[in-house]
């Protein structure tokens, strides 16, 4: 969940800095260029930045595509008989009914 959370923050980022570039590109009043400009500026150094712990942390780099592929994991218990009698004596009563 961490790490989704991180990539998620890395994206907002660079589509942050990609509308600023943009926004900049179009103004023409020099003195918000130029605020745009540092603005931008910012934003990128702290991308650069997150990207490189993304990097060092996970391996993982907006220089790359990735695919997410959710998978299922099962998790099995060793109980005794007396406790398997129990679950299944419990799970009747757990299952929603149709």
């Known amino acids: 969940r961490e790490f989704q959370t991180n990539v998620q923050l890395l994206q907002a980022q660079r589509q942050a800095a990609i509308e600023l570039n943009a926004a900049h590109d179009k103004e023409t009043d ?30 993982f780099s907006l220089d790359r595509n990735y695919t997410l592929v959710i998978e299922t994991a099962h998790i099995y218990m060793l109980v005794s008989d007396e406790e398997a009698a129990k679950i299944e004596k419990a799970q009747p009563a757990a299952a929603p009914k149709k």
Do not use: F, P
């Open 30 to 59: 020099a003195a918000k260029k130029k605020d745009l400009k540092s603005r931008l500026d910012t934003v990128l150094a702290r991308l650069n930045e997150n990207n490189d712990k993304m990097r060092k942390a996970y391996g």
